[in-house]
C-alpha cells in the first residue's frame, strides 16, 4: 500500500498515513468481524463459567498482533488487554 501511494504521487510521509488509515478503517475491522466468527465452539459460556468460578481474578489477554478479545466479541469477559500493535500505535513507532 505504500509503494502504491508513492507510485501515484504521494510523499513518503503522506504514503504511510495512507496505509495506516488504510489499514485501521479497513483491514482491522474486517478481521475482527472474521475473529468473532469464527469463535471455537464454547468460548464464550467457557469465559463466562470461569468468571463466575473465580470472581475475584482479574482475567486479561496479551497479544503481540492485531488480535483482540473486544474484536472478537468476548472482550466484556477481559478487565484487561495488552496489546503490542495498540503500544505501537501509541508511540507511533
Known amino acids: 500500500a505504500i509503494r502504491a501511494a508513492e507510485q501515484a504521487g504521494a510523499s513518503p510521509a503522506e ?3 495512507t496505509a495506516a488509515q488504510g489499514f485501521h478503517l479497513a483491514w482491522l475491522p474486517t ?3 472474521a ?10 459460556p467457557a469465559l463466562a463459567a470461569l468468571r463466575e468460578m473465580y470472581p475475584n481474578a482479574g482475567f486479561g489477554t496479551i497479544t ?3 488480535g483482540s478479545a473486544r474484536g472478537a466479541s ?5 478487565d484487561f ?3 503490542s500493535d495498540a503500544l505501537i500505535d501509541m508511540d507511533m513507532v
Open 64 to 66: 503481540n498482533g492485531a
Open 74 to 78: 468476548i472482550g466484556d469477559f477481559f
Open 31 to 33: 478481521r475482527h468481524m
Open 81 to 83: 488487554e495488552i496489546s
Open 35 to 44: 475473529a468473532a466468527e469464527l469463535l471455537f465452539p464454547g468460548t464464550s
Open 15 to 17: 504514503a504511510v498515513l
